[in-house]
């Protein structure tokens, strides 16, 4: 169940109208490590979580808590965009609304699809996408890509403070740099525990027997750049992150397998293959006859 209670988490008031900046906002609204991807991925695995409990508390009360943020966005970006003019000045484009448009960086649909509001897409107009949402059950996995999402969106948010000047927009992106670093030392936090209580460990997933996996290749550092210097790094000697082999390094493959001949598919799918046309035509027509659908 939900109740939306019709205040913020935090302010979101801009000083001025920016038509422009309200375009670049939208990044971290609707794009792929957007606020709308990370409530998403936290509700999803929630749902999907098998065991209750601390962790899928966690993630409801994570989840819970980013629909708030999406809140945020969408308010400082109507604001933004509240009294922002239709058009430039310039008599050189005023005639031309969409090219005045484009050259004052806008994004048009946030007037002819919006009404001056914000929408579910990126800073270019890409629709929001559920593919962005990892949720696979696995909470190992699962936290370690929320780290990145939370990695990834304050990378985003750090960048579009430096692209304001606006005192109110820098305090709300201050309030969500500072959640982000929260969140991303959490869902660290989150993961260790995870380890350290025996419920999941690396590799992921920890409980499919490493037995039935190439072994001899599961530590094994293969070079396959012209690159010099990948053997000095930590993955290339020494013990495993997850204490169940020793790196090595080898430098380029460790075996080659010749290449398996062309595949020939039904004659009807009418690829190009080194036979002669007419011989896969008369093939086509053979089966055909024989009813070989």
Not at 167 to 182: C, E, I, N
């Amino acid at each position: 169940m939900f109740l939306h209670r019709q205040e913020l988490q935090f302010k979101a008031t801009p000083e001025k109208p920016d038509a422009v900046y309200a375009r670049k906002l939208q990044e971290v609204l609707g794009g792929q490590y957007g606020e709308i991807t990370v409530a998403m991925q936290y509700m999803f695995q929630g749902w999907n979580m098998h065991t209750p409990g601390k962790y899928r508390d966690l993630v409801f009360g994570i989840a819970s808590e980013e629909i708030g943020h999406v809140e945020m966005l969408a308010t400082m970006i109507a604001q933004l965009l509240e009294k922002a003019p239709l058009g430039i000045t310039s008599d050189a484009v005023q005639d031309d609304p969409t090219v005045a448009a484009i050259i004052g960086g806008t994004d048009v649909q946030h007037g002819i699809v919006a009404g001056a509001g914000a929408r579910p897409v990126d800073s270019m107009g890409n629709p929001w996408q559920g593919s962005y949402v990892t949720a696979s059950g696995n909470l190992l996995a699962d936290f370690t890509s929320n780290a990145n999402a939370e990695m990834q969106g304050r990378l985003q948010v750090a960048r579009l403070y430096h692209m304001t000047d606006d005192p109110g927009v820098r305090d709300l992106l201050s309030f969500l740099l500072a959640r982000d670093t929260m969140h991303q030392n959490m869902w660290l936090a989150a993961a260790e525990e995870l380890k350290e209580s025996g419920a999941e460990k690396m590799p992921v997933p920890s409980n499919f027997p490493q037995s039935k996996e190439a072994t001899e290749f599961s530590y094994q550092y293969l070079n396959f750049s012209d690159g010099a210097r990948a053997g000095e790094g930590r993955w290339a000697a020494g013990p495993s992150p997850d204490g169940n082999g020793e790196f090595t390094y080898h430098e380029g493959p460790t075996s080659s397998v010749p290449m398996p001949p062309p595949t020939h598919p039904d004659s009807r799918f009418y690829g190009t293959t080194e036979l002669p046309n007419t011989m896969e035509k008369a093939a086509g027509l053979a089966q055909d006859k024989l009813n070989k659908e």
